[in-house]
């Protein structure tokens, strides 16, 4: 991951800070801001917070601290290789394990903790795990995991000696004191640019989950192709707040990213409520942000409550499920670029970027709209195509759909260990190219729009209702919160699309009001048979609403149209 500095760029912005002048990220002048908070109403027997509010650094600090830390896991056996596991927060030492553990050619390797611990302490066992950093904020994860795994040597909670939590976790000591028995003189090897940095399990909602096995090449060059101006544009006057976890598939890549590029990083820690985020925002001028859409519905409504604005914000990445489009108009009419973003775990994650073409800026904004809605163009070295089920080549035409697939340089070959089954199984030309398991349309300018993942897609009479756009109508109501579709049984057309809404508060809006506002917005036989309200949606350990839960909450009821 390190890289020789180019001094051309700003003489004054990369200072070589090894011992021998080949390893730096160091930025001067250029502040990492980090909360190094942990969640508060956790009761770990410690008073109020765990530590102050905001913890500030340099790239160059961050450095130093990353290489002492790697050769304290150089002393405690890790080697090239092995993998060490985190369980945290986006917050300043996540990010020193991030560059320690990779930049000694070991693989740091992130778990979700919103995954049930028996999961995590599966992931682990798979993964090998010896050494495993964690936030105190988890301590009650590592203490139900810890007897489930008995291969870890350590468990180094990331905190300072004073506040190391007790517990009766073998091998429990604390980040600092770890760090400290590192040695200054650290020089970073030399590796095969193939060689593994980081892993990340997919959250796997069918079967155990599967490793994906970034390389220090595929990283690069995805860091790379992220910064581009019609990617994510990251440049050195950005501020950057990741909300999209570091524990998620490498919080989208941005960790590389921003210091690639010299930009000042906020981590928000685990403070994600609307306004904890807002107030971050605010306070540090972050100009550029990242998340999935369930983390903004929270910030929005708190914004509309408070009648709060943006200062700073100019653009936000969302992805990892489809943007309402509702949600990109609250955005643009806050003065904040949405660019919607498709990816997933098996590509690093980024595929693709909606972003406007110059021949689009003179478009009326209902036109841009519908391309911001869409899930946009290939970033350089991905190549996508549609194909039907029997993997022959669909057309661009904007309105054709087929199963996605993929292929390019970040894009995987093959799961950790080789376990999981080839993802590249059910290629049809045999040449390397993955299956998504998404169903989407591609337009004439490669404008690829995903209709549903092949699951989720609703079979109606031999033809697919779209389960998303049905999602975006109705979360476009105003007395709708969220709101999700999935198809039931159905004894004479197969399958009918059910409409699970949660109202927002106070709202009494009515099933038949709901039905209504389809009306004219879509074709008529895609309407939801019914409405059922719920309080709330179930929510997958990244953000995204489980289907597969609503299915089966869902399973016993019968349509009043059947
Ligand atoms: P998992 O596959 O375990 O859910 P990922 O984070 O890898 O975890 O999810 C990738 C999937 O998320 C994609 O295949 C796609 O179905 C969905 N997805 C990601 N981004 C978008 C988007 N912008 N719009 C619609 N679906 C998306």
Known sequence: MFSKSN????????????????????????????????????????????EGDIHRTTYRALEARARKLAAAFEAAGVKKG????????NGYRHME??????????????????LHPDQIAWIINHAEDRHMVFDVTFLPIIQAVAPKCPNVEQWIALIDADRQPEADVPGLTNYETFLASGRDDYVWPEMDENS????????????????????????????????????????????????????????????????????K???????????????????????????????????????????????????????????????????????VDVIHAWGMTELSPLGTLSRLQGKHLDLPEDAQM?????????????????????????????????????????????????????????DAEGKGWFPTGDVATIDGDGFMQITDRSKDVIKSGGEWIS???????????????????????????????????????????????????????????WTPDDVQFVDELPLGATGKVLKTKLREQFKDYKLPTA
């Open 370 to 426: 519908k391309l911001y809605e869409k899930q946009g163009r290939v970033v350089y070295g991905i190549d996508m195509k549609i194909v039907d089920d029997e993997g022959k080549a669909l057309p661009w035409d904007g309105t054709t759909y087929g199963n996605l697939l993929v292929r390019g340089p970040w894009v995987i070959r093959e799961y950790f260990k080789g376990e999981g089954g080839d993802p590249l199984a059910y």
């Open 467 to 525: 389960s998303i756009d049905l999602e975006n109508l109705a979360i476009a109501h105003p007395d709708v919160a969220n709101a999700a579709v999935i198809g039931v049984a159905h004894p004479k057309w197969d399958e009918r699309p059910l409409l699970i809404a949660v109202r927002r508060p106070g709202s009494e809006v009515t099933r038949e009001q709901l039905i209504a506002h389809y009306e004219g917005r879509i074709a008529k036989w």
């Open 265 to 335: 990083l906020v981590f928000p820690g685990g403070q994600l409520d609307g306004k904890s985020v807002h107030d971050l925002f605010e306070q540090e001028g972050v100009t550029y942000s990242a998340g999935v859409p369930t983390v903004w519905l929270g910030l929005l409504q708190y914004m509309k409550e408070n009648g709060l604005k943006f200062s700073t914000l100019s653009r936000t990445v969302i992805g990892g499920s489809a943007c309402p489009p509702a949600m990109i108009k609250t955005f643009r009419d806050y003065g």
């Open 97 to 114: 394990a991030y560059y320690a553990v990779g930049g000694m050619g070991a693989v740091v390797h992130t778990i979700n903790p919103r």
């Open 196 to 263: 593994a940095v980081a892993l990340c399990y997919t959250s796997g909602t069918t079967g155990n989950p599967k490793g994906a096995l970034y390389g220090h090449r595929s990283t690069v060059l995805h860091a790379y192709a992220a910064a581009l101006p019609d990617a994510m544009g990251a440049s050195a006057r950005d501020t950057i707040l990741p909300v999209v976890p570091m524990f998620h598939v490498n919080a989208w890549g941005i960790p590389y990213v921003a210091p690639m590029v010299g930009a």
């Open 7 to 50: 001094p051309s760029q700003n003489e004054e912005m990369a200072i070589p800070s090894s011992a021998d002048n080949r390893s730096t990220f160091s930025v001067i002048g250029s502040d990492v801001t980090v909360s190094g908070d942990i969640d508060a109403s956790v009761d770990l027997h410690i008073d109020g917070r765990v």
């Open 82 to 89: 092995d993998r060490v596991g985190t369980l945290a927060w």
